[in-house]
Structure formats: structure tokens, C-alpha cells
């Protein structure tokens, strides 16, 4: 066992397989701490992403999905809401707050991105941070001439993203988005509130100036998804970033998450493999359609059901009516030597791999195998073809569904691998502007847990009995 419990993967998000990111092993197989690598860590970089457009326009979504997005990928990001600043000294105005005309408004609003980009230049000093997101309209040269002086002046990168929309479509679902959910309208007249909000934005639209400042670095998106239009972009994260903001839109959509029905592994306690479904695992397929109905699908909204290139999840989906394709990338965490065998075995065979792994289960790679750290680089790609797609169902793996649910839950790294996704449930996530609805439907189909508790390699157990299509709902903000 000389190299046990070495398997620990570094942060490989640029150099994959670098020497620099290999980690650390000491003779004594005892690990070193896995040293914090991350793209700024390669770089050296530190940025302010400065968020520009009128209201109603997706930049709180845009720069809280930059933010999930980068520290899904060990990136220290972070965003700093103008709006939250402001409603501590004005929960919430009505539309003459935002006039020109409103002296005592303006000042305000000036106080409160004051204090806004005061914490953000903390943040980056005092607690090291990579990027970070002022998210507000800096709607004016001015304004942004500012943030740019003050922020540059501390050296840190600044990159303006601007959202600009003349979708009255894509408009009117941002209106409805906030007048229901935003803290300024809260317990407030829906209608009121839709009539007080537009008479907001024209109060903007007066002042409104686009980037034209051709010395800035700036991504302007124009009805996002459909044209993008990018000025002076300096470095690798600042390119990361703005292919990230290629791919999004902010239409509504859903996505749907299941893993494959309880296979024969499942059945016997083995990980890995490429197993048949076993006859309750069946039985979920043959009524996933029912159940995908039932949470809301809508085939006619066009819907894409991917699975991975295992049996049990292509076995799994192929009752449903809907186009399918295979992603490679979305086979099971590889779990090397260990593939066929229970925890207990591992645990006899390899006991301090076993330990190791529960240590640090994020950052533990499989001898011949990967670690959670490796499936969430290689679940990039998946990511961003997501970001892209509207409706999709994703059929799949116990810690692949861990990855991608902790990109869209905002779950930190010590957490996800130790998340409970059950067996024949259907998970439905749907992105707002102010965090992501979950919602949960059960099929009334018995199966054993293979959720495993830290340090313990007992037997997978007979889940709990679900309720009749029981159906529970949360969310993430
Ligand atoms: O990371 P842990 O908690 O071991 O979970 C991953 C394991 O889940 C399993 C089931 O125990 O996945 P799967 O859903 O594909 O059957 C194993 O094959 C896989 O190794």
C-alpha cells in the first residue's frame, strides 16, 4: 500500500495534469494540505466585473450565475448588489426615488454604491478575493468613469458587462420576475407594482448612456444569447468569463435531473460498473414518462433528454417521447481499481484510501480513477451546453447529478459529495432572478439508499418508503 492514501487531486483549473498543480505526496502516505490552485492563482489576477444596464435587463442573473459559475470552479467570486446597500436606508421607493430630478434620491444612490465599492475593495484586500461583481446600473459615463478610477487605482482589472434588451418579451418576464419577487415590491399590489417599476426604468431610460468608452474592457450583450459585442479583453480569466457570457440567456426554462433507476450494483452494494437496471429500476422507467408529465413538461416547449453511455441510464430514459442524445461526459465518477466492488471491500482492500476519501471526499482521486474535483472539469463543458439549451432533462449518475446540482445550488465543495440524491425521483430546477427553485417529485417505487454516511461501509439500506408521487419544493436564494 505505498502510495496510499496519496490520491488527492489538486485545483487543476487551467493546467490540467500540470506539474505545477500535482499535488504533494509525502513518503509516510500521510497527505500534504491541497494547495489553493485556481485561475487567479495562475495568473495573479484580481477583477472587478462591473454590471451596466437599465432595470429589468438580467444583470442580477447574469452576475449571480458568473459567480456560481467561477467558484463551482474554485474561483474566489463574490457580488456586491447596489440594491441591497440602498434598501438599508430606502426598502423601498417608489419611482421618483430614481428620478433625475431627486436631489436627495441621487444622493442617496451615490451613498449606496459608495458603500457598495467600499466592502467590494475590503473584500479583495482583506480576504483575498479573485472577482468580484458590483452589480448595479451604472447607467452613466460618469459613473462608470468612477468605479474605474477608484477600482483601477488599487489595481485591481476592471471589465464593464453590459446587459442591454429591446425584447419587450424578454422585458415583460423580468418585470413579472421582479414585481414578484424583489424585496423593493414585497407585500405590495402586483399590478402597483408593474406600473411603479416601469415608471423606474423610464426614469433610468432618461439618463441611460451605452458603453461606446473604447479604452474600457467591456462585453456588451444585446438581448443575451443573440449578439455580444467585446472590447479589449486582457487575460485568460477575463476570457473565461466572457465565454461563459457567450453561451447564457435568460429565457425561462427548466431542468430536469434524474439518476437512473436502482441497477443490479445498486442492488448488491457495488460502485461503478455498467450494470443492467434491476426490476424496480424498470418499473421507475417505464413510469418516468407519467412522472416528467407531472412535473411539468411540456414536450411541445421541445425538450432534450441526455443521458450518459452507461445501460442503466440508457435504459432509464428510453421510455420517454423525447429526443435523446449520449454524452460520454456524463458516465459515472471513474472510481479505478475500486469499480466492481462494495465499500466494504474497499474498506478491507484499501483502508486508508478509504479513509482518505472520507477526509476529503471532494479532492480524493480513485487509484486509476477520478475524484469529484476531476468530474467537476470534466462536467465543464456539460455546464456550459446547458447554459446554452432551454428545456433539458439529464439523465444520470449519483455524483454526476452531485456536480451539476451543486453548480445550480450554489453547494459548496465540502458539501456536494455528501448530498442525498435518491433513487426514482426527478429533481426540477428552475433558475430566477434571485436564486433557483427546486422542486422534487418522488415515484411511488421502493429502492435501496446508496447514500453511504462519512466513514461507514455498511450495506445500502431499503430507502424510505416514499408517499405516493410525493412532491416537495425549496428555494435556493
Ligand atoms: O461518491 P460516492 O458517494 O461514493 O457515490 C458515487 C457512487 O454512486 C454510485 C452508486 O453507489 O453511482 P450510480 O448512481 O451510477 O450507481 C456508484 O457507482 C458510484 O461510485
Known amino acids: 500500500?505505498?502510495?496510499?492514501?496519496?490520491?488527492?487531486?489538486?485545483?487543476?483549473?487551467?493546467?490540467?495534469?500540470?506539474?505545477?498543480?500535482?499535488?504533494?505526496?509525502?513518503?509516510?502516505?500521510?497527505?500534504?494540505?491541497?494547495?489553493?490552485?485556481?485561475?487567479?492563482?495562475?495568473?495573479?489576477?484580481?477583477?472587478?466585473?462591473?454590471?451596466?444596464?437599465?432595470?429589468?435587463?438580467?444583470?442580477?442573473?447574469?452576475?449571480?450565475?458568473?459567480?456560481?459559475y467561477l467558484r463551482w470552479l474554485s474561483v474566489d467570486a463574490r457580488s456586491f448588489n447596489v440594491g441591497t446597500y440602498r434598501r438599508q436606508d430606502t426598502p423601498q421607493p417608489t419611482a421618483d426615488f430614481f428620478d433625475i430630478n431627486n436631489k436627495e434620491g441621487e444622493r442617496m444612490r451615490r451613498a449606496a454604491a459608495e458603500a457598495a465599492v467600499?466592502?467590494?475593495?475590503?473584500?479583495?484586500?482583506?480576504?483575498?478575493?479573485?472577482?468580484?461583481?458590483?452589480?448595479?446600473?451604472?447607467?452613466?459615463?460618469?459613473?462608470?468613469?468612477?468605479?474605474?478610477?477608484?477600482?483601477?487605482?488599487?489595481?485591481?482589472?476592471?471589465?464593464?458587462?453590459?446587459?442591454?434588451?429591446?425584447?419587450e418579451d424578454l422585458i415583460m418576464a423580468n418585470i413579472l420576475e421582479v414585481k414578484t419577487t424583489s424585496p423593493d415590491y414585497r407585500g405590495q399590489d402586483p399590478e402597483a407594482a408593474a406600473?411603479?417599476?416601469?415608471?423606474?426604468?423610464?426614469?433610468?431610460?432618461?439618463?441611460?448612456?451605452?458603453?461606446?468608452?473604447?479604452?474600457y474592457t467591456y462585453v456588451k450583450l444585446i438581448n443575451v444569447g443573440s449578439q455580444v459585442v467585446i472590447n479589449c479583453i486582457q487575460d485568460y480569466l477575463q476570457s473565461r468569463i466572457v465565454y461563459f457570457l457567450m453561451n447564457l440567456h435568460i429565457k425561462p426554462r427548466s431542468i430536469w435531473l434524474s439518476?437512473?433507476?436502482?441497477?443490479?450494483?445498486?442492488?448488491?452494494?457495488?460502485?461503478?460498473?455498467?450494470?443492467?437496471?434491476?426490476?424496480?429500476?424498470?418499473?421507475?422507467?417505464?413510469?418516468?414518462?407519467?412522472?416528467?408529465?407531472?412535473?411539468?413538461?411540456?414536450?411541445?416547449?421541445?425538450i432534450t433528454v441526455w443521458t450518459s453511455t452507461m445501460k442503466r441510464t440508457i435504459q432509464t430514459a428510453?421510455?420517454?417521447?423525447?429526443?435523446?442524445?449520449?454524452?460520454?461526459?456524463?458516465?459515472?465518477?471513474?472510481?479505478?481499481?475500486?469499480?466492481?466492488?462494495?465499500?466494504?471491500?474497499?474498506?478491507?482492500?484499501?483502508?486508508e484510501d478509504f479513509k482518505a476519501r472520507d477526509d476529503d471526499k471532494y479532492n480524493y482521486r480513485y487509484r486509476g480513477g477520478e475524484s469529484y474535483r476531476d468530474l467537476v472539469i470534466r462536467?465543464?463543458?456539460?455546464?456550459?451546453?446547458?447554459?446554452?439549451?432551454?428545456?433539458?432533462?439529464?439523465?444520470?449518475?449519483?455524483?454526476?447529478?452531485?456536480?451539476?446540482y451543486a453548480y445550480f445550488m450554489n453547494v459548496p465543495q465540502d458539501r456536494s459529495p455528501w448530498m442525498e440524491i435518491p433513487l426514482h425521483t426527478v429533481i426540477k430546477l428552475t433558475p430566477k432572478a434571485y436564486g433557483t427553485k427546486e422542486e422534487r417529485f418522488k415515484a411511488n417505487i421502493p429502492a435501496v439508499s446508496t447514500f453511504r454516511p462519512k466513514y461507514s461501509s455498511a450495506k445500502h439500506q431499503e430507502a424510505d418508503s416514499p408517499d405516493v408521487n410525493e412532491l416537495s419544493v425549496k428555494m435556493n436564494v
Not at 411603479?196 to 423610464?202: C, L, M, Q, T
Not at 460498473?273 to 412522472?291: F, I
Not at 462536467?379 to 451539476?404: D, F, G, K, S, Y
Open 1 to 68: 500500500m505505498a502510495e496510499a492514501s496519496n490520491h488527492l487531486t489538486a485545483s487543476p483549473i487551467v493546467n490540467i495534469g500540470s506539474d505545477a498543480n500535482t499535488p504533494r505526496i509525502e513518503a509516510s502516505g500521510v497527505k500534504t494540505p491541497t494547495p489553493v490552485y485556481s485561475m487567479s492563482a495562475v495568473e495573479d489576477t484580481r477583477i472587478c466585473v462591473v454590471m451596466v444596464g437599465l432595470p429589468a435587463r438580467g444583470k442580477s442573473l447574469i452576475a449571480g450565475k458568473i459567480v456560481r
Open 118 to 167: 467600499k466592502d467590494m475593495l475590503k473584500w479583495f484586500s482583506q480576504e483575498k478575493g479573485t472577482v468580484a461583481i458590483l452589480d448595479a446600473t451604472n447607467s452613466t459615463r460618469a459613473r462608470r468613469r468612477w468605479i474605474a478610477q477608484t477600482v483601477s487605482a488599487r489595481g485591481i482589472e476592471v471589465m464593464f458587462v453590459e446587459s442591454k434588451c429591446d425584447d
Open 195 to 215: 406600473r411603479d417599476f416601469r415608471e423606474r426604468i423610464r426614469n433610468y431610460e432618461k439618463v441611460y448612456e451605452t458603453i461606446t468608452e473604447t479604452d
Open 259 to 302: 439518476r437512473h433507476g436502482e441497477s443490479m450494483y445498486n442492488l448488491a452494494g457495488k460502485i461503478g460498473g455498467d450494470a443492467d437496471l434491476s426490476p424496480r429500476g424498470m418499473r421507475y422507467a417505464e413510469v418516468l414518462p407519467e412522472l416528467c408529465r407531472q412535473s411539468g413538461i411540456m414536450p411541445q416547449q421541445g
Open 318 to 351: 428510453r421510455h420517454l417521447p423525447y429526443n435523446k442524445l449520449q454524452w460520454k461526459a456524463l458516465d459515472e465518477l471513474d472510481s479505478g481499481t475500486c469499480d466492481g466492488l462494495t465499500y466494504e471491500e474497499i474498506e478491507e482492500q484499501y483502508p
Open 379 to 404: 462536467l465543464e463543458p456539460i455546464i456550459m451546453e446547458m447554459e446554452r439549451q432551454e428545456n433539458v432533462m439529464v439523465v444520470t449518475h449519483q455524483a454526476v447529478i452531485r456536480c451539476i
